[in-house]
């Protein structure tokens, strides 16, 4: 059972950044961010596959948030630049250990953290 701690959420007006981290109790194969507004499905954002080092956005996000790892395949961090209201939501950290790695297919993945908000205001 991999677990995940999120960190680095908060408040920030619009064009402000921020950074999130995860932490997670052993290796995975790949991990991601994804986020859920109120009244919305969970969306993917960014995703890193350890190993190769690929990384994917969603379009929304594409140039200004950046997906990074740590030293070992079990930190990753999601640097949040130029953010705008239709960021906020709460965003949620998620591994796999196996198997393929999509944004597209949140329930694919096994395990996901507490989840940390990310408010924008305007």
């Known amino acids: 059972q991999v677990q995940l701690v999120e960190s680095g959420g908060g408040s920030v007006q619009a064009g402000g950044s921020l950074r999130l981290s995860c932490a997670a109790t052993?290796?995975?194969?790949?991990m991601g961010w994804f986020r859920q507004a109120p009244g919305k499905e969970r969306e993917g954002v960014a995703l890193?596959?350890?190993?190769?080092?690929?990384?994917y956005y969603d379009a929304s996000v594409r140039g200004r948030f950046t997906i990074s790892q740590g030293s070992a395949q079990n930190t990753v961090y999601l640097q949040m630049n130029d953010l705008e209201p239709e960021d906020t939501a709460m965003y949620y950290c998620?591994?796999?250990?196996?198997?393929?790695?999509?944004?597209?297919?949140?329930?694919?993945?096994?395990?996901w953290g507490q989840g940390t908000q990310v408010t924008v205001s305007s």
């Open positions: 890193i596959i350890f190993g190769r080092g690929d990384t």
């Open positions: 998620a591994a796999k250990t196996d198997g393929p790695c999509t944004l597209r297919l949140p329930e694919k993945f096994t395990f």
């Open positions: 052993s290796s995975n194969r790949c």
